[in-house]
T-cell receptor, first 114, second 112 residues
Framework: DAGVTQSPTHLIKTRGQHVTLRCSPI?????VSWYQQVLGQGPQFIFQ???????GRGNFPDRFSARQFPNYSSELNVNALLLGDSALYLC?????????????FGPGTRLTVL | QKEVEQNSGPLSVPEGAIASLNCTYS??????FFWYRQYSGKSPELIMF????GDKEDGRFTAQLNKASQYVSLLIRDSQPSDSATYLC????????????FGRGTSLIVHP
């Protein structure tokens, strides 16, 4: 069975640009969450989407936005990129709405902002 | 603000020994606790989760939860060099919030 997939694997952007990251959850999973992980830190929660609706939002600026499609795949958009946005962006899927239960991470997208 | 604390390490143990990784959390109402393993340059991989006080065993791994003392630990028996990785603790469910909070991880090195 395919796990969580993310694209692209790596991305290099310059300050001020915008970026779109994509995620496909495990088949049958309706919950998708996005995390940012900077080097040396644990993942930090950005968003959760369940059944195409936002169910949770972390402490990130409005430059970050996301959406979920009818097939449960998801996009994370970041506008007006800053150097500090350089990080590994992780997508995680779960079969349940509540994040009290286990989540499964994709391979991540490594974003470098120059 | 929820906090999850882990010693960043590195924790170095010889092959075959027991590795003990610890995590403390600040939100007494937390309900679910997870351990992830993350190899360098890779994404986190779920190892174990625990909801109730006590021990939960899965192969060489044992998770221990003590809600009164607000700590959760992971024991790895018969440690192997392939266990060398960063171990992330994640905590969820406090104060009605279902946003998981991760610690910064403990680096484990198992040397032959």
């Amino acid at each position: 069975d395919a796990g969580v997939t993310q694209s692209p694997t790596h991305l290099i952007k310059t300050r001020g640009q915008h970026v779109t990251l994509r995620c496909s959850p495990i088949s049958g999973h309706k919950s998708v969450s996005w995390y940012q992980q900077v080097l040396g830190q644990g993942p930090q929660f950005i968003f959760q989407y369940y059944e195409k609706e936002e169910r949770g939002r972390g402490n990130f600026p409005d430059r970050f936005s996301a959406r979920q499609f009818p097939n449960y795949s998801s996009e994370l958009n970041v506008n007006a990129l800053l150097l500090g946005d350089s990080a590994l962006y992780l997508c995680a899927s779960s079969p349940k709405r509540e994040l009290l239960y286990e989540q499964f991470f994709g391979p991540g997208t490594r974003l470098t902002v120059l | 603000q929820k906090e999850v604390e882990q010693n960043s390490g590195p924790l170095s143990v010889p092959e075959g020994a027991i590795a003990s990784l610890n995590c403390t959390y600040s939100d007494r109402g937390s309900q679910s606790f997870f351990w992830y393993r993350q190899y360098s340059g890779k994404s986190p991989e779920l190892i174990m989760f625990i909801y109730s006080n006590g021990d939960k065993e899965d192969g060489r791994f044992t998770a221990q939860l003590n809600k009164a003392s607000q700590y959760v630990s992971l024991l790895i028996r018969d440690s192997q060099p392939s266990d060398s990785a960063t171990y992330l603790c994640a905590v969820n469910g406090g104060r009605g919030s279902y946003i998981p909070t991760f610690g910064r991880g403990t680096s484990l090195i198992v040397h032959p």
